[in-house]
């Protein structure tokens, strides 16, 4: 019965777009299968949790991720 | 000093609604209580996060949770 | 189809004992329980993990807690 | 840049065996092409954390796995 | 290859103001500088995620934030 | 009341050693003064959880750590 939890940056505005309905869709599909195919798990027991964070939420190289894509350019 | 996390799914729209804040509070207390009763844990250092999860966004059964259910009736 | 996760300290050593297996079933049915009775969740679709944590790995007031504890008394 | 966290019960003794290094590789390599594929992720910036949760922490049904599985025969 | 989690409650309304998007940057930055200076880590493999959580869904003291600070004045 | 949780590789074997009690102190105190300096956080409600994850349960570039690590020399 694994609990899986995905966690991307909210994409959005004049750059970019979030993930979709459908994307996440194809994120919970892949990750059960996956989890069903190494591990044998079932996946009537499998939960998979998708958050969305948004950009100034998310830090990386001690920047806000928008801060760090800009100056990594 | 223990920290829960309750994740549970934001319902709403025409089928349901969310937990409310009075619902929230009894999750609250009643969790604290728990502690208390079961290990002595003093609720003062006892938090709790609760955290709705959109319905998109929580899989089950390889599906996101309003399609599993759609199946499953 | 909640998901609840509950850390606590992993006490032990001469001054006490972690939480037994008993009382982690009994913290497992405890917040099931809760669940079913405030929001109408279905047992067989919530998850409780627990997570002992060492005393080491757990601060509070800027202090491991075994240090914490030392100072508050 | 994802972060992914698979919690799965650590499985042995007479009944089982738990997830081998090679099922962890493979776990780690599937979920980060998933989000290459599925959202363009780079799997530079791709982490995945394992957990293995001893049985007796993770409850399901109101009752240790262990004890959930013994009911469910 | 660290991964930091912060969760802090949303302040606002009347009574306060949420942590700003300058504060989250000396948030992010702040932590990523102790775990180089401490630990050594790599700036550039360092993640921090900044949760911030409505009032009604943390709870202390077997309370509601908001609750329990009324109470504790 | 702030909850931080620091998660960090164990590193360890003939080629490196895991974070220390000391180090691991230094870390709960320096993220404890960063949110009382930034966001006025008091000291005596902000918890701090450390968890240690075995190399081969921490994955990135699609690879378990220390192979990544192997690959990257």
Same mark, same amino acid.
């Given at each position: 019965?694994?609990?899986? &939890? *995905? ?6 505005? !004049? #750059?970019?777009?979030? !993930?979709? =309905? +459908?994307?996440? =869709?194809? %994120? *919970?599909?892949?990750?059960? #299968?996956? %989890?069903?195919? /190494?591990?044998?798990?079932? !996946? =009537?027991?499998?939960?998979? /949790?998708? &958050? +969305?964070? !948004?950009?100034? #939420?998310?830090? /990386?190289?001690? %920047?806000?991720?928008? +801060?760090?894509?800009?100056? =990594?350019?």
């Amino acid at each position: 019965m694994p609990y899986v &939890n *995905i966690k991307v940056t909210r994409e959005g505005g !004049p #750059d970019g777009t979030g !993930p979709s =309905a +459908e994307q996440k =869709a194809q %994120l *919970i599909s892949g990750v059960t #299968d996956l %989890l069903q195919k /190494v591990l044998g798990k079932s !996946p =009537a027991t499998t939960f998979v /949790v998708i &958050n +969305e964070v !948004p950009l100034e #939420d998310w830090g /990386v190289g001690g %920047l806000p991720v928008q +801060e760090y894509r800009r100056q =990594a350019r």
